[in-house]
């Protein structure tokens, strides 16, 4: 059977945040930013994936309420970032029940090996594995179907989300060749689904604490010093550079000279990704100066971008019946794509309908 690339589908982004509040910096250049950039080259599809939300307790996406609160913040992050809803669709998963219906289908394709292989399960489980939810255990599976309900040829992942990806790529295959007679049969050649390839690219795709070089920025650490918010205003934002943990060594000139000094990589690099600048460019700047100059630039840098963000969230956040509007004219958009192809699947599976 020839591989079903993703080239020989039509070209399509899919990317999702989850709704669990407290945007910061780490989201806007991991993800947000890579959207903004996607929308000019593929047609795309973004998500906030409210559903994935619930596979952790409720003390950490915090309940109906602020559920509601935090899906409509990640949609204002969004559309002042600059996604334009009316080019691409934005809406939030659960509005969508096809989502659950191939992620059904995709545990029955999915074999548990390969979800007790998932690292990101073992971290978010901790210790007390056998107390994680069977939702946490299966999240692959949903993502896959986030993913596939659109034959996404490509979606923008960290690092941290590249291995939930290929899982994504091995249930696609197993799908195509479990079921290649019946895809041929329903006339779709030799693969419904692509072999969704991953967007990894640009500096700080993987942003660290302003306070630990060595931990990824997180809205659950206990220090607001570590991260900074896409609501923070701009006397917030300079405060927390200013306090950024730094190394008593001036800046090398060479990204060589970034290895084993991790506030100093994680700073370089939010500075290269807020400039749309290679590391080696901001080095070649900043390189052989002092922390305090190279950090006086990159609050003026970082105000100058994330200011108007964060000002515009607080905006549309005070209009909810906007984001409502705009979610939803978004999820029928999603359903006129993603019911064909369900039906398809159903078809396929010899699933009377």
């Not at 080259?41 to 915090?62: E, N």
């Amino acid at each position: 059977m020839t591989e079903p690339t993703a080239a020989a589908f039509e070209p399509r982004v899919f990317s999702g945040v989850q709704p669990t509040g407290n945007l910061h910096l780490g989201n806007y250049l991991g993800a947000i930013l890579k959207f903004v950039e996607m929308q000019k080259s593929f047609d795309c599809v973004y998500c906030v994936v409210d559903m994935h939300a619930i596979t952790q307790p409720i003390s950490v996406w915090g309940g109906p309420k602020e559920l509601v609160r935090n899906t409509r913040e990640v949609t204002a992050a969004f559309l002042a970032a600059g996604i334009d809803p009316t080019r691409h669709v934005v809406f939030n998963q659960s509005r969508v029940d096809q989502h659950a219906e191939l992620a059904w289908v995709f545990n029955c394709v999915a074999r548990i090996g390969w979800m007790n292989r998932m690292t990101q399960f073992k971290d978010k489980a901790g210790k007390d594995r056998e107390n994680a939810s069977l939702g946490l255990l299966a999240y692959p599976s949903l993502m896959a179907a986030d993913i596939l309900l659109y034959k996404a040829t490509h979606v923008p992942v960290g690092e941290d989300q590249k291995q939930h990806l290929e899982l994504t790529r091995d249930i696609a295959q197993k799908f195509n060749n479990d079921f290649a007679e019946s895809i041929a049969e329903q006339g779709f050649g030799d693969a419904f689904f692509p072999l969704t390839e991953p967007l990894i690219q640009g500096p700080a795709t993987r942003v660290m604490s302003l306070r630990d070089g060595t931990k990824k920025m997180s809205k659950s650490d206990p220090s607001d010093l570590s991260r900074i918010n896409l609501t923070d205003d701009r006397d917030t934002i300079a405060q927390k550079l200013r306090k950024a943990k730094t190394d008593p060594e001036p800046l090398p000139s060479e990204v060589e000279g970034l290895a084993g000094r991790p506030e100093a990589d994680n700073l370089v690099g939010i500075y290269a990704a807020l400039s749309g600048r290679a590391a080696a460019d901001v080095l070649g700047e900043f390189g052989g100066g002092q922390f305090s100059t190279f950090k006086s630039a990159l609050t003026d840098l970082a105000v100058d971008k994330l200011g108007p963000i964060g000002g515009e969230m607080k905006r549309l956040v005070a209009d909810p019946a906007h984001i409502d509007a705009v979610l939803a004219a978004g999820a029928d958009r999603a359903r006129a794509i993603a019911a064909p192809v369900m039906n398809a699947v159903k078809d396929i599976l010899g699933f009377l309908r």
